[in-house]
């Protein structure tokens, strides 16, 4: 399945590039990690990415959106072009934030995030 970023109104999709000519990436939507150490905290990551992300509910079924396996970010949404470390939860980048959509005006034009060149 082709790398697409799941961002309202981002339209970046694998072999794109970024303003400075470097290779898009694309990142999973973070899973619960099961071990008894990390399942809080990868709980709250992935609650927090979809949280950010922003995605509306289904029309059909009036459920929130819920990223699929395939679901991706692109390293656009990043300070520093990808996430950071899933126990490292100060840093910055342990959620996606930079140009995620949410202001309507950037959504209107159907590029919230300018990755592409």
Request: glycine share 8%; hydrophobic share 25%.
């Amino acid at each position: 399945m082709p790398d697409f970023c799941c961002v309202i109104g981002c339209s970046n999709e694998g072999g794109d590039v970024d303003e400075s000519g470097k290779k898009i990436s694309f990142y999973s939507i973070p899973a619960i990690r099961q071990a008894d150490d990390e399942r809080a905290i990868t709980t709250e990551r992935r609650t927090a990415w979809i949280s950010a992300i922003k995605r509306e509910k289904n029309t059909s079924t009036n459920k929130p959106w819920e990223p699929s396996k395939h679901s991706k970010v692109c390293s656009v949404h990043f300070h520093s072009g990808k996430p950071s470390y899933r126990l490292s939860k100060t840093h910055p980048d342990w959620i996606p934030t930079v140009n995620m959509g949410h202001n309507s005006a950037s959504v209107s034009g159907g590029k919230a995030c300018s990755g592409k060149t």
